[in-house]
């Protein structure tokens, strides 16, 4: 009995076994069979996919303040938004990337002493930095009330020299709002193999601005932008706005020096970190909250130090890592 | 003086030798960090169960939420500077109400506190209760 019913199987599969390899194509078939009265319609089609992606720009240093040279994409995690990261889509250096750089000049009544000495190390910056071709400089200064365009896009091989001497200078320190336009103009440029700087020289003591210290930095973060404050108060007159410039420079993950530290300091720290920037991709976690703040900590190494932007905005409205209005 | 010195090395090494020849370390990764309120010392444990944890200063302190395989457990460093290794896989454990992190690099334990325990069952359902919050909010969002 057995024997027969084997017999009945084995012959049952051997009909059912080319049956059910050849549904799968059929279905295929029939499912394209089904389309092609409309294959004209379909191929202007176009589907669209909501990709986010976060980019953090960071600089990894050893006990001693120095560069690590050799850091691998396991030396690290990011903490977003509280969740540990460890794999990531893309971890490159940074070096090969352009520049958007925006100097901002305060040229308010408060640093009009050391109004001079701000523009020689502006001067200095600009022809000591290694440009390259596709990079874009510009120069923006503030005074009064408001913030006026010394120079967009090819700064370098603009004669800025004479274009700075002529902005207008005194009055209030309408700081903030310079911030906010100078990142508007950085956001309006997003390009995704851009990197974003602001070199800020002023003494950091708003007076008059519209915006506050927070929709200035939330302004920032959402471009991206690294900022390097230079404190531009005088030698033995510490300002009240140092710690607003300190603020600033490290929340967006950039560096704070003094104006009498000279030009070579200053242009150490950026060419240094132009040199050493790494750049880490990953998938958007899920979170509830529009800003996700940003940390990276080593893996195995404790003594290493990561320095990045404090955090980002994510609007679900628009799927987007970038604020929703234009400048 | 060889002798000596054979003597020391043996009393600093061989507790930490022993440890890890008998295998008394657990295995765990760490999913979530912040920076919130430090604990008092000597409650921890006992205290997550009662009040409110005590705020220290105003430095915060860290807090990992470290998932093993049946435990997860939320830990708060005793200062600001208490950092774990974020590596995927962590040796821990447990002593006397706290948690013994192993530093790879730096040859040494960290302690933490325990705040909270939770069997990891019942954690991964909170979680994807959580997610499934998170994913119905982003298609609304999406919606609108």
Known sequence: MSKFLGTMLSRLSRLLLPLFLVTPICAHNLLYGQSTPRESEESNLTYHRTVSEVRLVFFATDERNHSVEGLQKDDFAVVDDELVIRHFRSFTRSDLTKLD?????????????????????????????????????????????????????????????????????????????????????????????VWPVIILFSDGDDTISKVAFKGAMEKILASEAQLYAIDASGPGQPSNGSETLHRIADDSGGRFAGI????????????????SARVVTYRLPKSNSEFHST????????????????????????????????? | MKRAGLLIFLWCGLPSLLTAQIG????????????????AAGHGFMMAFGSPSNAM???????????????????????????????????????????????????HEA????????????????RRHMDEKVRASEDHEAER
């Open chain 2, 24 to 39: 008394i370390y657990q295995h765990g990764t760490v999913v979530r960090m912040h920076m919130g309120d430090c604990i």
């Open chain 2, 57 to 107: 200063g105003p430095e915060p302190c860290p807090e990992y939420t470290l998932v093993s395989d049946s435990v997860v457990y939320v830990i708060v460093g005793k200062m600001s500077n208490s950092l774990i290794p974020l590596a995927e896989t962590i040796d821990f454990r447990l002593q006397k109400n706290e948690l013994a992190v192993r530093v790879d690099d730096a040859k």
């Open chain 2, 111 to 126: 302690k933490f506190t325990i705040k909270e325990m939770i069997v990891r069952s019942e954690w991964e359902r909170v």
């Open chain 1, 260 to 275: 009498s530290e000279g030009a070579n300091t200053i242009f150490k720290d950026v060419i240094d970190d132009l040199h």
């Open chain 1, 101 to 193: 750089v925006i100097v901002l000049v305060d040229s308010s009544e408060s640093v009009l002493p050391q109004f001079e000495q701000e523009t020689t190390v502006v001067l200095q910056l600009i022809s000591q930095l290694p440009w390259n071709p596709g990079d874009y400089l510009s120069v923006l200064s503030f005074s009064g009330m408001e913030t006026h365009l010394v120079c967009a896009g090819n700064c370098r091989s603009s004669f800025i020299g004479d274009r700075l001497a002529s902005v207008p200078k005194g009055g209030a320190t309408p700081l903030f709002d310079a911030l906010e336009i100078a990142a508007k103009l950085l956001i309006q440029r997003r390009q995704p193999d």
């Open chain 1, 295 to 327: 940390r990276i900590l080593p893996t195995h190494n404790l003594k290493l130090q990561f320095r990045c932007r404090r955090g980002y905005y994510y609007h679900h409205r628009s799927g987007s890592a970038y604020p929703e209005d234009g400048p």
